[in-house]
């Protein structure tokens, strides 16, 4: 490979990301997971004022927080576009674009922006609660925004890691709608099970919504993500071998 | 009905992954349910046998209706000959021909289902509790807290255990046939949630009303096979 084709291709590179992050937003299925995931948010934050506990700001924005909202997580993380890859090849759209990049796929480029769509399906909704939570109260304590942070801070790498997830499994299946609830049928699965095996410090909605439990690890949750996604990233590298 | 067909679309779809992800998962379920048991027998003061864990196993709702529920109809979805498509139907030549066979097919892979539940179900208590010839006092006193109806709890407690397997065999079948009838109609995904749907409701009602378990699945296999034989160009 010569200097001017490394070139050439980190432009394709970028270019592709650019238009696939453009496309995200003009997604019904994204808009979908956002409406959904506001609603989760926002309903649980009305009822628990409604129930007059106006206590604290974070207790409504937390509370609201760890309501439903984690337990729909990887589903709304994986409905915007971890399915886009198979649709594509679906209907041959995917042919056009490989037409444009000179014949090779763009599995891996993909894989960013699936993962990004995941992220920001999570992130916005959780920017959205945190502005009404603003209107309706006001803070200055540091512990507030401490837990604020963290809470931000988890979503994207959540949804990351669970739409990259979703579009693994796309390559193993024939169908796309069992690509997307697989993600959630094993957190759902974990999720009843954990307790029952002692293990409560891993219990999966942890790893959005730590304040569940008393003392959360950081650590172990972004070591977690990061397997997940290396082995997700493994197998997008290994479908796609020969088009490197 | 052309039984050289048989053997090709029993062979054709077999849906080994789906079995062997199923079976994982079952197993994964049935050991959770058995720790759970565990630290029930620990709070009640109570030492389970292995069928009154089979029982319990079988009986809770968790399992019955959002883990083997779903699994069984994700393995009976997976057989919907997909290679030959509307094929099937020139080389079977008739409709009913048609229905029979799917009716064969699912009862096939209902069989292979159940004998995975079985193997796990009862390897997994076996090895985590002791046998026994007759049910403990403290399980009968523990048994309405658990969910469990008195109806279940007659005879043996090896009756009980067969006479659940039955009755949930002749249910799943049933819902097997739904699903079946559905899918003839609609996309595999959406004859799924409309199944699990169905299947989750029916659960619910069998339950709430106090109806015996065998006694609904039996009459609602009927009214299915009855719809069948009376209606020849379905």
New interface residues.
């Given amino acids: 490979m010569n200097i001017s084709s490394a070139k050439h291709s980190l432009f394709f590179f970028v270019r592709f990301i650019a238009t696939d992050i453009k496309r995200i937003f003009t997604e019904t299925t994204f808009l979908t997971s956002l409406v959904i995931g506001s609603l989760t948010l926002i309903i649980p934050f009305v009822l628990f004022f409604s129930n007059g506990s106006t206590d604290s700001f974070s207790g409504g924005f937390v509370t609201a927080q760890s309501a439903v909202f984690p337990f729909v997580a990887p589903f709304l993380a994986a409905l915007p576009f971890a399915g886009m890859y198979k649709y594509e090849s679906e209907t041959k759209y995917e042919d056009l674009l490989k037409l444009r990049r000179g014949g090779r796929d763009y599995g891996i480029n993909r894989f960013i922006t699936v993962g990004m769509s995941g992220g920001l399906a999570l992130l916005l909704p959780e920017i959205i609660l945190l502005k009404i939570s603003f209107i309706t109260i006001y803070t200055d304590s540091i512990e507030d925004y401490r837990r604020i942070v963290t809470v931000l801070l988890l979503a994207f790498p959540f949804g990351f890691t669970y739409a990259v997830l979703a579009q693994a499994v796309t390559y ?1 299946t ?2 796309r ?2 690509a997307i609830v697989t993600p959630e049928v094993l957190y759902m ?1 974990f999720t ?2 954990f307790p ?2 002692n293990l409560e410090e891993y219990y999966p909605p942890l790893a959005i919504s730590p304040f569940i439990y008393s003392s959360p690890n950081f650590a172990d949750v972004f070591v977690f993500f990061a397997i997940i996604i290396l082995l997700s990233l493994a197998v997008t590298v290994i479908h796609n071998f020969k088009s490197l | 009905m052309n039984f050289k067909y048989l053997k090709i679309s029993l062979t054709e779809d077999f849906p080994a ?1 789906r079995l062997i992800i199923t079976s994982l ?1 079952i197993a ?2 049935v050991t ?1 349910t058995v ?2 048991h565990i ?1 029930l027998s620990d709070s009640v003061s109570a030492s389970f046998s292995a069928p009154e864990a089979i029982i319990l196993t079988l009986t809770d709702m ?1 399992n019955r209706v959002f ?1 083997f529920l779903p699994l069984y109809i994700f393995v009976i979805s997976g057989t919907k000959n ?1 290679g030959l498509g509307n094929t099937g139907t020139v080389l079977q030549r008739s409709r009913p021909g048609l229905v029979a066979l799917e009716i064969i097919k699912v009862l096939f892979y209902t069989l292979i289902f159940f004998g995975i539940l079985l193997i796990i179900v009862l390897a997994t208590s076996n090895a985590a509790f002791p046998q026994a010839e007759d049910f403990t006092r403290t399980f009968f006193g523990a048994s309405s807290s658990f969910g469990i109806r008195s109806d279940v709890l007659q005879g043996t407690p090896q009756t009980a255990v067969t006479n659940l397997f039955t009755s949930m065999f002749l249910t799943y079948f049933t819902i097997g046939i739904i699903n079946m009838f559905l899918s003839l109609l609609l996309k ?2 959406a004859a799924f949630v409309l199944t699990v749907i169905i299947g989750i409701l029916s659960e619910i009602f069998i339950t709430a009303y106090r109806i015996p378990l065998s006694l609904a699945a039996c009459a609602v296999f009927t009214a299915l096979s009855f719809i069948l034989i009376s209606r020849k160009n379905l």
């Fill in positions: 193993f024939r169908s709608a069992l699965l009843y099970s029952y095996l | 992954l998962v994964f379920a959770v720790y759970k630290d968790i883990i997909v595999e995904e």
